[in-house]
């Protein structure tokens, strides 16, 4: 793991509270909805695979939703998600295990655990079909990906560099979240997925995190190889069902059907 001075002061203290939380007391296991089979079926009907995320708020955002995160991600599958991700950060993000436990019990789309799991007990605190692991915050990325799995969740390991891939991929990642967000100063580059997705073995679902907002910014992406994007700040700006179908429908130039864009 890096220097934390060299992290944004939002995400030191991200971390800080992060390591104080309490594990689960028990070993939790999961029977898992598969990721890459929810994008595959998305994309198989027509729909951008999206992964929409339950984001009540965060060090970037003004304001705070504070519906029911249930109704949030009803939306968002009424509106073509293929998946969803729900933030369990309580202190910057306004998540909570709860929320994730009752949105995954009224959903049949897999369900992504986002917070900033840093070893093994953090895992047991609910159960998920996938958890977000990021590399830059793991001593041992490879450790946490065995623990993720002996549970049964799917691990989706987040990089934002060439060398963080390298290090996902020895540890045996089979999904990858490039995030477009560097959490040194926060500030967001679609270009980083352009610049490391094309290092990544063909066998890999990659997922592009971060600062997608547009339709054009879903279709640069898709075309940089992403087989899935993961957006939230953009979905939770607006009606949600609304902004969810916008982004799920795919440009004129992908579809090959010449239509408005
Ligand atoms: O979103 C933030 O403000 C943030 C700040 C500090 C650390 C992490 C942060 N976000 C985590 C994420 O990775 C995003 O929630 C996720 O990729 C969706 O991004 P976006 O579509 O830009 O909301």
Known sequence: MEQE???????RSILETARDRPGGDRVAVAERRSLPAALAEAAAEGRVPVIAEVKPTSPTTDGERREDPVELAEAMVEGGAAALSVLTEPTHFGGSPDAL????????????????LLEESHLDVVEADLVLLIARFLEDVE????????????????????DELETAIGAGAELVGVNNRD??????DLETFETVAPHAPEDVTLIAESGISSRADVARMRAAGADGLLIGSAIMAGDVEDRTRELTTPTASETGTGGTA
């Open 5 to 11: 001075t060299e992290l944004a002061p939002p995400v």
């Open 101 to 116: 436990e009752r949105v995954r019990a009224a959903v049949s789309v897999p369900v992504l655990r986002k917070d900033f």
């Open 143 to 162: 450790g946490m990906v065995e623990a993720a799995r002996d549970r049964g969740f799917e691990p989706l390991v987040e990089v934002h560099s060439e």
């Open 183 to 188: 959490l040194a100063g926060l500030d967001v």
